[in-house]
């Protein structure tokens, strides 16, 4: 678990828009807590700002993704000869290549909370929306809404509004090995709890953890929590996607090899808390026989 607060981060000016770097690609297979150079896949996270009245100079990045979520003031982004308003609690991604630039039309910052990756499969085009929205339906026809308590106020752009009701928390989960979660506390103050560890997670602290590690972002408080989520789903589904369209058959005996090792890492991540929940130990072999059962 690896808090920094984006003041205690490097900044740099690019066109006008200052850029608060507070995660970036690791160097190596270790994450280095002390220069932020944490993430798998996720190039540069962080924190972007432009003052009020200032237009950025026209920006591209080339072989980059760049997800967004206004976190406050008002704007407008100019792409592609056609203007969007922004206000808090838009999101949008633009594809690489695609050139852009900000322009503040409030009287305060117009603050950014954003990160860039490479693309995948499915950035072909700009997308923006508010959390007001609807989120769109996934493949099963429902709209994924989050884990208990911890629920998405945004659409599915990579960067979007969350938030947790007052004496409320997340169902504790883990994730794939290799998956880039964050998380950025823009109001209220939580605790965030991974394996034997919590931390008190403020406003202005964004949070990278390991994913394959037990986690849940908890409200303790009387006032809610609200926070602003990254994820590097996209590449994620492409791998999924890739090695299921590998030429090579998938048996049912591989699947089952990897429930198996789906279940053994799960039960894994568990121990480690050393939490006892009722009823989990007594199921675990229980499952465990059923999964040899099955691949008899």
Same mark, same amino acid.
């Given at each position: ?10 900044? *740099? &000016? *690019? ?96 603050? *950014? ?28 026809? &429902? ?23 007052? =004496? ?17 506390? =823009? ?110």
């Amino acid at each position: 678990m690896i808090l920094r607060h984006w003041m205690d981060s490097p900044i *740099f &000016t *690019f066109g006008r828009l200052r850029e608060w770097r507070i995660f970036t690609r690791r160097q190596g297979a270790a994450p280095n807590a002390e220069t932020g150079a944490v993430c798998f896949e996720i190039n540069t996270y962080g924190r972007a700002a432009v003052i009020p009245g200032v237009t950025t100079e026209p920006a591209t990045y080339g072989e980059e993704v760049l997800s967004m979520c206004v976190a406050s003031g008002q704007g407008v982004l100019r792409l592609k000869g056609e203007d969007h308003p922004l206000r808090p609690g838009h999101s949008f991604t633009i594809p690489p290549g695609m050139q852009h630039r900000f322009r503040n039309t409030g009287e305060a910052e117009l603050e *950014f909370i954003f990160c860039r990756r490479p693309p995948s499969s499915t950035d072909k085009k700009f997308a923006i929306s508010h959390w007001t929205a609807d989120r769109p339906k996934d493949q099963w026809g &429902t709209r994924n809404q989050g884990h208990w308590h911890h629920i998405y106020r945004g659409p599915s752009c990579e960067v979007h509004i969350a938030d947790i009701p007052p =004496h409320k928390f997340s169902h504790p989960h883990n994730h794939i090995p290799v998956l880039d979660e964050i998380w950025y506390v =823009h109001k209220g103050q939580g605790w965030h709890w991974m394996d034997q560890e919590y931390r008190p997670h403020y406003p202005g602290y964004a949070l990278w953890l390991d994913p394959s590690a037990l986690h849940s972002l908890m409200n303790p408080s009387d006032g809610g929590v609200e926070y602003i989520y990254a994820a590097s789903w996209a590449l994620v589904a492409d791998r999924a996607k890739a090695q299921k369209e590998a030429p090579l058959p998938r048996t049912a005996a591989g699947q089952m090899a990897e429930l198996e090792a789906d279940f053994a890492a799960l039960v894994e991540a568990y121990r480690k808390t050393e939490v006892s929940i009722h009823g989990v130990d007594q199921h675990i072999p229980r499952i465990e026989k059923l999964i040899k059962a099955l691949k008899k």
